[in-house]
């Protein structure tokens, strides 16, 4: 792919992401519209606006990207039929859900975990907290309504997410294969969200492949796999096309997740716009801390993981301990394993020249991210 023809196909992503980001914008201005008890209401209107507001758009993206070249194959086979018209104009409301389903994700993460804030801006949580607060009311009760509008701000982007999708101007039997994925990808993902608790809970029922599919799981299966498999259906692609879509997304989802693991320990808080001190902190179970677990160099410091009070001092204890294990060196090893692999699924995948450059690019980019 020549310069010009880059830069031909990311300006179509802008024409296509700019209507996404129109329906985003329409979905927050529907929920701060409503006046009824408004005060209250606040903490909900405010996360939910900020939350569909800016990001990478990974999930929106990718999915638009890959419909397009897989049409485009389509229409060049003259494979094409009166629907296809029908599916392009409910292809973006199909890719503001996948954000929507990403948001909704984010805000019950935040009540798992407790967390308050989210890349430095309140969440839903912490601003319902700070706004009872504000209002006098005693910390406990404040607590509650935190976690009471961080569920609630996921119920509502959660809802809105199938509504988009059961709305969305398509054939009928698109429709109902892309609300069957959903429901698929929702089942999936709280089965890996529930197990990475447990794991952090009761570390002695992991093993690095355990962890490795909660992984998978939990962030592969909504921001790669769902978004591929759903553009694959609107473009009613053949089976092996599918197949090939599913397990790209797989390794995809897999490499995001095992590098965000690494920065979550490793990474610049100025760049990553995170704090290195949360994942230790929660003493969340990574692959990084499962491959150190049993060894000597991890048992000498792992006393301090877990705890909130962390400071700075003892999380670079942990993490040399991480180092010294050589757990940090096998996480690297494995990405670049799962990279090589995916890498030759991509060239040996019935797709589109185009798209495989994408896809190899994006692979690239979830491998070496640093933020």
């Not at 909660?214 to 962030?219: G, Y």
């Not at 694959?232 to 197949?243: I, K």
């Not at 320990?265 to 990574?286: C, I, Q």
């Not at 060196?329 to 798209?355: F, G, N, T």
């Amino acid at each position: 792919m020549s310069a010009l023809q880059l830069e031909r196909e990311l300006e179509r992503d802008r024409v296509d992401l700019a209507r996404v980001e129109s329906r985003l914008r329409d979905v927050a201005l529907r929920i701060s519209s409503t006046n009824t008890v408004r005060l209250p209401f606040d903490a909900i209107r405010g996360s939910i606006t900020r939350s569909l507001s800016g990001g990478k758009r990974i999930r929106p993206l990718l999915l638009l990207h890959t419909y397009r070249r897989l049409e485009e194959q389509r229409a060049s086979s003259h494979d094409t039929d009166s629907s296809s018209s029908k599916t392009a104009s409910g292809v973006i409301d199909i890719a503001a859900a996948f954000e929507l389903l990403h948001a909704a994700f984010v805000a019950h993460d935040d009540v798992i975990d407790g967390d308050l804030k989210r890349r430095g801006d309140l969440n839903a949580v912490g601003e319902a907290v700070s706004l009872a607060v504000e209002h006098g009311v005693a910390p406990k009760a404040a607590a509650r309504l935190g976690v009471t509008a961080g569920i609630l701000s996921g119920d509502l982007l959660l809802g809105t997410a199938y509504s988009l999708v059961a709305r969305a101007t398509l054939p009928t039997e698109v429709r109902s294969s892309l609300l069957d994925l959903v429901d698929r990808t929702l089942l999936d993902s709280a089965e890996g969200e529930y197990a990475d608790v447990w794991f952090s809970i009761a570390p002695s029922h992991a093993d690095p492949e355990r962890v490795v599919i909660t992984s998978e799981l939990k962030t592969a299966r909504y921001s790669f796999q769902a978004p591929l498999l759903a553009a694959a259906t609107l473009a009613t692609s053949e089976p092996a096309v599918r197949d090939a879509l599913d397990e790209i997304g797989a390794a995809l989802g897999t490499v995001y997740q095992l590098r965000d693991d690494v920065l979550g320990v490793f990474g610049n808080p100025e760049t990553t716009g995170k704090s290195a001190l949360g994942d230790l902190r929660e003493g969340k179970h990574t692959l990084l801390v499962e491959l150190a677990r049993s060894t000597d160099a991890w048992r000498g410091a792992s006393d301090r993981f877990g705890k909130p009070d962390l400071d700075e001092v003892d999380a670079e204890r942990l993490r040399g301990a991480l180092r010294d294990s050589g757990a940090l060196a096998q996480v690297e090893s494995e990405i670049q394993r799962r990279v090589d692999s995916a890498a030759r699924r991509i060239d040996e995948a019935p797709l589109p020249q185009e798209l495989q450059t994408y896809l190899a690019h994006l692979l690239t980019r979830c491998a070496e991210r640093t933020s």
